[in-house]
């Protein structure tokens, strides 16, 4: 048995390993053009590149989470690690499209064993309320901004070295995690269970029958049995899935969890905000170059305002919430997210200068972004038993990356309708752009409207329990 360590050291190999696997999710997003030059890929084909990572990702994720909870957190942890550390050489010396798709699934599949475990690990060290709100800020923060870090680090491979940089360098930092983990991360115990391999299965393949749909409605449309026979058979499945989970005797996701309305609105609300926020990493990159003539390095960089804006809340969220709470905060963060959004759609369509316009909206979107995961977090991981902490850390993370590829699908039919064309004009690809992020702005919109109804109502019953406690307690002082 590894001696308790301090708890810092923990956290941050905690939030290295979750910013591995987050950052991975968008790398590749400002190397697309190149990587479809190299490899002969379409546009629409190229979204793959970003969804084979995710589907499998957000896929295995609650089987991960399982194996977690059975074989051990540590143990789980550290397959994953190295598993994604070769994977990511796999990817990078990827010569044909295939089997860089291939390899990205396997990264994916490797995220989903590893992620839970350090959700869960994080959870089971960090007990006492502030120190746990500082620790879930920390990794929110980390969570949400990994994205803007990828494209950042994807761009400049890209420009100055190769594309497939961004893959290679996962190994040495892999190695050092695994290291990392054994030295400083205890042991932690391991159960006898079942593993629910049906429930996995008809979750992954039906999520991904249905993102498969939503892309090749873009490529084909609506009417084609190329889209509705993927998406029927991914409503099948998916509802296979939920028939599966009620008759397991140890489900991937116990349907408990589902029985508050707070976690519950916390998972939709996630799934989302993620389908409106994280799918304009795919498209403002590609506008950045292709309508303002940015390199692929510049192009990550103008997300420096996003991702300084999400940092720089992590050292403010604990003041936040425990000023004004978090479901204030919340709402908050997800009107900014709103009126930035919003406001970016109008002014794409006018090809105006990076700076100031963009500069100022993707920074009102950082911060609304930063003030938005954190208590999604807390708010899904709330009134969990320790024996269900897996599966509740599993199901914010499916919600997170399902949102993400589910969001990029059906934002990627929403382009492509507009273009109608394969050589579009820079007109014609910023009015896409355009549309694209009003589409957006309906995900964040919808992601207020969960809010509003599941949090308010359990937030004024609980004022309402307290205010007849002190007005019995007045009127009866014996008690």
């Not at 360590?5 to 910013?19: D, R, S």
């Not at 029985?259 to 994280?278: C, D, P």
């Amino acid at each position: 048995m590894i001696m308790q360590q301090p708890k810092w050291i923990i956290l941050t190999i905690i939030i290295a390993c979750q910013l591995l696997v987050v950052l991975d999710a968008s790398i590749m997003v400002t190397a697309m053009p190149q990587i479809g030059r190299s490899l002969h890929m379409s546009t629409t084909s190229l979204t793959w590149v970003h969804n084979s990572y995710i589907l499998a990702f957000g896929g295995f994720l609650l089987l991960g989470a399982r194996a977690g909870d059975l074989l051990g957190r540590r143990k789980m942890l550290g397959i994953g690690i190295g598993l994604f550390s070769l994977t990511s050489l796999l990817a990078g010396l990827a010569p044909t499209a295939e089997l860089l798709l291939v390899s990205r699934a396997f990264q994916g599949f490797a995220a989903a064993l590893a992620t839970p475990a350090a959700l869960a690990l994080l959870s089971a060290c960090f007990v006492e309320a502030k120190e746990r709100s500082r620790a879930i800020a920390m990794y929110s923060a980390v969570s949400a901004a990994g994205g803007s870090i990828g494209l950042i680090l994807g761009g400049f491979f890209t420009d100055f070295i190769s594309w497939r940089v961004g893959m290679f360098i996962n190994v040495p930092i892999g190695i050092a995690l695994l290291y990392l983990v054994q030295k400083f991360i205890q042991k932690t115990g391991t159960r006898i269970g079942r593993f629910d391999l049906w429930g996995a299965m008809t979750s992954v393949i039906g999520m991904t029958s249905l993102v498969y749909g939503f892309v090749q409605a873009a490529e084909h449309g609506w009417g084609k049995p190329e889209t509705w026979i993927p998406l029927a058979a991914g409503i099948v499945l998916l509802s296979a899935f939920v028939l599966i989970e009620t008759q397991a005797a140890e489900p991937i996701i116990p349907l408990r969890l589902f029985a508050s309305r707070q976690r519950s609105g916390a998972y939709l609300g996630r799934f989302l905000m993620v389908g409106g926020n994280f799918s304009l990493f795919f498209f403002i990159p590609q506008y950045l170059q292709n309508v303002l003539g940015f390199s692929s390095f510049e192009a990550g960089l103008a997300f420096l305002p996003f991702t300084g804006a999400q940092f720089g809340l992590m050292f403010l969220m604990h003041r936040l919430v425990y000023r004004f709470g978090n479901v204030k905060v919340l709402i908050a963060g997800l009107l900014l997210a709103i009126v930035g959004t919003f406001s970016l759609s109008t002014i794409v369509t006018l090809q105006a200068p990076f700076f100031p316009q963009m500069f100022i909206l993707l920074t009102i979107m950082g911060i609304g972004s930063g003030m938005v995961f954190q208590p999604l977090t807390a708010f899904g991981l709330t009134g969990v038993d320790s024996h269900d902490a897996g599966a509740a850390s599993g199901l914010i993370n499916v919600a997170h990356q399902s949102g993400s590829s589910l969001g990029l699908a059906i934002l990627i039919t929403i382009f492509d309708g507009s273009i109608r064309t394969d050589q579009p004009s820079t007109v014609q690809f910023a009015h896409a752009v355009s549309d694209t992020i009003l589409g957006s702005v309906v995900f964040i919109a919808a992601a207020l409207a969960v809010t509003l109804l599941c949090f308010l109502p359990v937030r004024q019953a609980a004022r309402k329990r307290a205010f007849f406690k002190k007005e019995s307690s007045r009127m009866n002082p014996l008690n």
